[in-house]
Antibody
Framework: QVQLVQSGAEVKKPGSSVKVSCKTSVDAFSDYVISWVRQAPGQGLEWMGGIIPTFGTASYAQKFQGRVTITAVESTNTGYMEVTNLRSEDTAVYYC????????WGQGTLVTVSS | DIQMTQSPSSLSASVGDRVTITCQASQGISKYINWYQQKPGKVPKLLIYDASSLETGVPSRFSGSGSGTYFTLTISRLQPEDIATYYCQHYENLLYTFGQGTRLEIK
């Protein structure tokens, strides 16, 4: 059974950064697409970006280019997503998802940006 | 960028009804569309992949169809546990786009 376990909730000040982790139990981690999706309160799903660890280069939605960095560490089967220069509008639940069709999802990490 | 437009944004139907949600792509996307269900307070769940393939474990009352720019998700006989928001999503070359979602309620 594939499990994705994300790091815990965060409260951040505007202008700061946050890094969320996603540890997976999957075999052949390096060959999977790892995506990050966020959901602001009461809003829809928004794909932020993704990476295939074996290729190493991440792809981003245009909206998040330059402010979001997605990485993966193959030795620990863990993906990471960092957002810099946080603003109140970044308050959301951040999900990691695994697979080309996003078959497996983490439990979500609430990031609250507030002064 | 390809845009995915879902309709309706919300709908109310009775148990046993046939329900159809549509998703229109701003340009042809072949079959690269998935459908997800998100129940209130829960993690999204993959229902249909590649336009019409049913994900393992998903009830057979769910089906998907379409190609090119027009796609549909159909629930053949609505059940109370189908209360959720449904999202279409296009993917290609490690770029993904979600539709804005359709909130489904029971009358």
């Amino acid at each position: 059974q594939v499990q994705l376990v994300q790091s815990g909730a965060e409260v951040k000040k505007p202008g700061s950064s946050v890094k969320v982790s996603c540890k997976t139990s999957v075999d052949a981690f390096s060959d999977y697409v790892i995506s990050w999706v966020r959901q602001a309160p009461g809003q829809g799903l928004e794909w932020m970006g993704g990476i295939i660890p074996t290729f190493g280069t991440a792809s981003y939605a245009q909206k998040f280019q330059g402010r979001v960095t997605i990485t993966a560490v193959e030795s620990t089967n863990t993906g990471y997503m960092e957002v810099t220069n946080l603003r109140s509008e970044d308050t959301a639940v951040y999900y990691c998802a695994l697979g080309l069709q996003l078959q497996y999802w983490g439990q979500g990490t609430l990031v609250t940006v507030s002064s | 960028d390809i845009q995915m437009t879902q309709s309706p944004s919300s709908l109310s139907a009775s148990v046993g009804d046939r329900v159809t949600i549509t998703c229109q792509a701003s340009q042809g996307i072949s079959k690269y569309i998935n459908w997800y269900q998100q129940k209130p307070g829960k993690v999204p769940k993959l229902l249909i992949y590649d336009a019409s393939s049913l994900e393992t474990g998903v009830p057979s009352r769910f089906s998907g169809s379409g190609s090119g720019t027009y796609f549909t998700l159909t629930i053949s006989r609505l059940q109370p546990e189908d209360i959720a928001t449904y999202y279409c999503q296009h993917y290609e070359n490690l770029l993904y786009t979600f539709g804005q979602g359709t909130r489904l309620e029971i009358k």
